[in-house]
């Protein structure tokens, strides 16, 4: 089944505690997108990556790192995670950027 | 800069009532748009895009767009609300700037009564 996994799919951390977030498609997309989600505002983008080894920032990258060392999988990194990067996040993949996105099922973050 | 802009917070309809979900954008560059739902604790599902074809795009589940470039909108309708039709919508825009960038409006909840 085609699908993009994110893991975990809820966290509760403590600021300043390093975390991973991790993504992975099964689809051999290249172009792989981190997004959050906040009432009111829809969802805003991240980073995202057009193929391995190629990434790039998003609206709203300020506190988050990734990487893309292989083409399925796509960590997003919070290094030093802070309260206001409590959220609701997801990942996606596409073929191409101009063509539908699959998303994951999203990871609830919540920093205190 | 692109934006987009859904221009009802919320928006709530009888059931077998038309639908009409607003949204306008600006971009500077030839833009393709989306209209993706979003359904309570779930994630998100394609309804329908726009990529420089046809200004009508038909989606799924009886919804449509129109793409109008003079008016930079791209209003999502249905002729008769069901519903399971109710939850969340988003109108989204990807531009090439020298990378891709993706852009949500904040998002319709569409409530349906019975």
């Known amino acids: 089944e085609a699908q993009v996994t994110q893991n975990p799919r809820y966290l509760i951390t403590v600021t300043g505690k390093k975390l991973t977030v991790t993504c992975s498609q099964n689809?051999?997309?290249?172009?792989m997108s981190w997004y959050r989600q906040d009432p009111g505002l829809g969802l805003r983008q991240i980073y995202y990556s057009m193929n391995v080894e190629v990434t790039d920032k998003g609206d709203v990258p300020e506190g988050y790192k990734v990487s893309r060392k292989e083409k399925r999988n796509f960590p997003l990194i919070l290094e030093s995670p802070s309260p206001n990067q409590t959220s609701l996040y997801f990942c996606?993949?596409?073929?191409?950027?101009?063509?539908?996105?699959?998303f994951g099922q999203g990871t609830r973050l919540t920093v205190v | 800069a692109q934006s987009v802009t859904q221009l009802d917070s919320h928006v709530s309809v009888s059931e077998g009532t038309p639908v009409l979900l607003r949204c306008n954008y600006s971009s500077s560059y030839s833009p393709s748009l989306f209209w993706y739902v979003q359904h309570p604790n779930k994630g998100l599902q394609l309804l329908l895009k726009y990529t420089s074809a046809a200004t009508l795009v038909k989606g799924i589940n009886g919804f449509e767009a129109e793409f109008k470039k003079s008016e930079t909108s791209f209003h999502l309708t249905k002729p008769s609300a069901h519903m399971s039709d109710a939850a969340e919508y988003f109108c989204?825009?990807?531009?090439?700037?020298?990378?891709?960038?993706?852009?949500f409006g904040a998002g319709t909840r569409l409530f349906v009564k019975a």
């Open positions: 989204v825009v990807r531009v090439y700037t020298g990378g891709f960038k993706t852009i």
């Open positions: 996606a993949s596409s073929l191409s950027p101009d063509l539908e996105a699959f």
């Open positions: 689809m051999n997309h290249e172009y």
